[in-house]
């Protein structure tokens, strides 16, 4: 079954104290992201990665780090989370890039959520 | 910068009645266009996308939207709600030359029974 799958689904941690969120597709997406959802925001790109090891910057990237070390797996770093990143993260993946020639118009799938509190 | 407007909010209505949220988007290229939904605890799915063609696309659940150029709106509409049509609905916009997505705000719908 295609899918992308999130972990932890749940987590609740103290500032300052690293945390990784690990999203992984097994439908050979070239083109991943992650995103935080908060009331009245919306969906906000934190990090979006165009293939392995070619990653950049959405448009909240403060406080974030990801890695494209394997096609699949696309991990979220907080190195040293603090409180206003309590947020419900989605990781989401697609064939290609928008723009990017064939099947870049195909939609994103998303991942279940990880809903992250930081004390 | 680019950006994606939901102007509705909150929506409540009852059973059987017609539906039409509003989206606006500011980016003056090409763009790729979606609609998402969200059930309550759950992930994004998608309704329907528009590229190019007709600019009239039927999506799941006999939802539908209208890409208006000349307005840069692309507005998502159903006939007659039904109660499961309760959730969030996202659109979304994806720019050629920026390779990323911008979200808007998110409509929560209401569906009385």
């Known amino acids: 079954e295609a899918q992308v799958t999130q972990n932890p689904r749940y987590l609740i941690t103290v500032t300052g104290k690293k945390l990784t969120v690990t999203c992984s597709q097994n439908m050979n997406h070239e083109y991943m992201s992650w995103y935080r959802q908060d009331p009245g925001l919306g969906l906000r790109q934190i990090y979006y990665?165009?293939?392995?090891?070619?990653?950049d910057k959405g448009d909240v990237p403060e406080g974030y780090k990801v890695s494209r070390k394997e096609k699949r797996n696309f991990p979220l770093i907080l190195e040293s989370p603090s409180p206003n990143q309590t947020s419900l993260y989605f990781c989401?993946?697609?064939?290609?890039?928008?723009?990017?020639?064939?099947?870049?118009?195909?939609?994103?799938?998303f991942g279940d959520g990880t809903r992250l509190s930081i004390l | 910068a680019q950006s994606v407007s939901q102007h509705n909010h909150h929506v409540i209505l009852s059973e059987a009645a017609s539906l039409e949220l509003g989206c606006n988007y500011s980016?003056?290229?090409?763009?790729?266009l979606f609609w998402y939904v969200q059930y309550p605890g759950q992930h994004l799915q998608l309704l329907l996308k528009?590229?190019?063609?007709?600019?009239l696309v039927k999506g799941i659940k006999g939802f539908e939207a209208e890409f208006i150029k000349s307005k840069f709106s692309f507005n998502l509409r159903k006939p007659s709600v039904q109660w499961s049509d309760t959730a969030e609905y996202f659109c979304a916009v994806a720019t050629s030359g920026t390779y990323k997505y911008i979200f808007g705000t998110g409509t929560r719908l209401k569906v009385l029974a």
């Open positions: 990665s165009m293939n392995v090891e070619v990653t």
């Open positions: 980016y003056g290229g090409t763009v790729n």
């Open positions: 528009y590229f190019s063609g007709d600019p």
């Open positions: 989401a993946s697609s064939p290609r890039a928008p723009g990017q020639g064939t099947y870049s118009n195909q939609p994103q799938h």
